[in-house]
């Protein structure tokens, strides 16, 4: 891999507060390595800001490995930024060249309000899992492990739908701020180990009713959320999603 | 869950814009099926008599009640979605996405059904209302009086450039909506899985080529004088 | 002084024999009792759910915008249990056997043999909660090993089963908050732990969002905050990783325990350059197909593929053929130092060592799939592709990820990997029911020291984890609430509440006056680079002695030239940072004491004076069989107490790997 270091420009959005009404700052970066990751580079930035007596960039980070989720940057138009299947964390400044600009802004959903500059408040997800997002089965109460075989390939399938993180950017990149990839990769996960089988209704329609209580949109199915999940949760947990909702409200004994 | 819940979520909404689009999709398919007996170079004497058989048997007469509350259904629906789900989103994005990961007409059914709409007033009018209430000229075949159809569409098309330019935009417009429709419909019935996926995707992409194409050439034959 | 409590009988009939004696709390009385947990990982998410199933109030707190972005998510190999489904000769007691074994006799025998024998239930418990474990064609789990022991115990979700078990846990506490017995407040930070009349009776924290201080009232106080070792700045731990809460409750009279012991993982990415934030880890589990080399010549420049077989010096399996590439961490990250400081090290900067995956690629993956599609006589390329989709499934995420940070793909080239500090051993002293020695305050998970002595096997930090939270504390803080049935929730307007803030609240108006030149992060950096050259993998008198004076110098210097930006009733990142790192200076400079104390080589802590002739960990019984456990008298005065260990079954002797 050749190195190279590049001066940047960097457009970011800046929001004291969720009641601030927030605008652009334009930042020049100088010196950056190609070697360092996007969070450093904002690192990088923060620390000369902090010099200058500014405020620095506030932003959700944490494990930065790309598993945690809690990264959420929409960088150039896209959320987590140009490479397939990555978060903001695991992204690369190879990924630019010298003098390129580039605009950040923070998630955009009115479901997922603005708390500070960059960071926005998903506590939607949370509010959706609890709606359903789980099995009941308290400490204790479990048989052993292997009672219950499990076909590898739904075993797998389950695993791919569980890889979900929560960061959001389904919700971030769809025209309709629909929640649906998030929702349909854990009612997907859940409904296709027979551990889960016996809540798979009211799962799905509580999750649903949920989702659109915080106010997510509708899926128009554009394929947005698959093509910028950083764990390439495939859009076919939504149409399952769609199949188990409706088997669940058509089915229904009441 | 109520019955009315199963229809006014998010996922029930948009199962009606799938159930009415697929009862659609299959409404186009009689139609152009009808409507290619023009191509069958007999002066429209097989096209009258379909269109005699459509207007005057009772099935396809309540039929056609069912198909313009399909499409009252699915537009209403489509425009209340396209609101809501614009309304998600208050404050939008400095730099869109555009394309990057998804396609312009995916993103654009709310604009596609639209100008479809426009189409469909325009159609009505050239056709529907003339044949149902204002009354078309009679034509004798085989002794018997049929509404002259087949000449009604000689008349609209045949040196009305303008008239044909926007019925080519118009199947245009509905071979991008189908392009996506067509595919979204089954997804949103949850009528895919691994295996059916690729069916469903191609047989999407051929109905949504065929069909416009076919409603396309009918104008223009006519116009070209193709067909006389 | 130090009771550890340790029930009396057969170390394999001590746990059965607790829960059949310890007190229990009726189901209306739990109603009335309130518990905080602090931290929502593994151990916090599950010792809160379960808390809660059992009828207790639960209050939990996370500084992360939700629970699910607790560190344990990003454990990637995998987690044991003595389940022996692989016929392999495993057993409670052999994994109890290797934890204290791996642990170098550092650790407790009862609370051991006590992991080991619940690890079988966790593992029911997370499969009947839907996490997708890995399975065989016929549908039952799968297993993989992992360093320091024989059998393949180790239950895995690919390369993501700290987020698999994560996600159950976190799935089970947010139940309990739908049906209302467990209150969640995320992004929130625990600043204090109010003691009142020698009780932990609640928490003083700051809501992160608005910058107010809260007080929190409960009847007990769980603290499931993690490891510290974010104090070497650069370490595998999440950016958030701190050790505040811990040390605040250190302040408060909890004994921190073992400090120094800390474990640096062999196979983790090496550092690029000045800029690098964290370093993020590669599985062990990779070193079940990996092998580790470097070139046979000390500077032999050539790309890896360029070095043919014999110029390569594969020397884990050349120093310890019985284990070979599975030698325990402490052990494997030694080896590729010492290559490394005799100048065979690889890459830019020479502090790397190549982990490669062709020769089982090939031969163990390749062949075998080649055979299961009747393949005759393959060509290497043929057997090179079939390998790879093995590979792809079994550790796909790690090598997208090698090949995101560095640009190289790990699937031709081989890993450059390089030992970085991963977990901490160490931590707040808890006796048998994991209370510490603050009564009614608990320290569960990393946050407590008590099951991995001075280094922790691969695949046990998970375990441990859910064993504390699931199946230890529900019956060890009823032993306790039992006797606090007719304690009334005390007001948070009481003086003990009322000075814990006022204290907390000093602290942040002292650190956001100080107005100096220096940032934050420039603080940690130096802190982390003293650390890590005189604490980190190998320790002498000398430099430790030479570490504390310079920690010393720059506590003087943070407290007098910091600059923190922004107000103090905002959102302020770099004022938690503040906080945080403050903490990490004074734990650093104990981390330092303890390991200047210790003067033994034993798992993790190398002290450079005791060695054998071949350079290996040289353990002193006779002197340092004991858990240092130090009580904060005052600012840089700690009292060293020491609870012997004793060892009953697993007899210590040196430990061997060859």
Redesign the interface.
Known sequence: MQHYTMNLTLKVWRQKNASDKGHFETYPVKNISSEMSFLEMIDVLNEQLIKEGKEPIAFDHDCREGICGMCSMYINGRPHGPWQHNTTCQLHMRAYQDGDTIVVEPWRANAFPVVKDLMVDRSAFDRIIQAGGYISVNTGNAVDANSTPVEKEKADEAFAAAACIGCGACVAACKNSSAMLFVGAKVSHLALLPQGAPERKNRAMNMVAQMDREGFGACTNTGACEAVCPKGISIENIARLNREYMMAGLTEDK | MKWSELFTSSVGKKWIMGLTGIFLVLFLVVHVGLNACIFAMDGGVMFNKAAHFMGSNAVPRILEVGLFAGIILHMLQGWALELSNRAARKKGYAVPMGNKGSKWYSRSMGLLGTLLFLFLVMHISHFWVPSRITGLEPVLIDGKEYHNLYGEMLQVFQGNLAVVLLYVLGCFALAWHLLHGFQSAFRTLGLTNGRYLALVESAGVLFSVIIPLVFALMPVCMYMGWIK | MLDSKIPSGPLDQKWTSYKGHCKLVNPANKRKLEVIVVGTGLAGA?AA??LG?LGYQVKAFCF????????S??AQGGINAA?N?QNDGDSVYRLFYDTIKGGDYRSREANVHRLAEVSV?I????????V??????????NNRSFGGTQVKRTFY??G?T???LL?GA???L??Q??LGKVT?Y?RHEMLDVVVIDGKARGIICRNL?TGELERHFGHAVVLCTGGYGNVFYLS?N???SNVTAAWKAHKKGAHFANPCFTQIHPTCIPV??D????L??MSESLRNDGRIWVPAKAGDKRAPNDIPEEERDYFLERRYPAFGNLVPRDVASRAAKERCDAGFGVGTTGQAVYLDFKYNLINKYGKAEANKQGLQNPDTETLVRLGKEVVKEEYGNLF??YE?????NPYEVPMRIYPAVHYTMGGLWVDYELMTSVKGLYALGEANFSDHGANRLGASALMQGLADG??VI?YTIGNYLADEIATKPIATDHPAFLEAERNAAERIQKLMNIKGTQ?V??FHKRLGKIMWEECGMARSQKGLTKAIEEIRQLKKEFWSDV?I??DIN??N??LDKAGRVADFIELGELMCIDALDRNESCGGHFREESQTEDGEALRDDQQFAYVAAWAYQSDSNWQLNKEPLTFEIAKPSQRSYK
């Open positions: 599950s759910a379960s199933e992360q915008d939700s629970p699910r972005r607790a560190h998510i990003a389940k489904y239930n593992i029911d418990q997370c499969v009947a909660q839907g997708p474990f890995a399975r065989e064609y016929g549908g039952l789990l979700a690919a993501q700290g987020q698999q996600i976190y799935q089970a947010e139940r908050v739908a969640m995320t969002v595998t999440a950016m958030g690029s350059g800029h690098q934030s964290k993020t880890l997208d990820m995101k940070i560095t640009g190289e699931y199946f529900p940032t992060e420039s600059r930006p922004g905002e959102m990142p770099e």
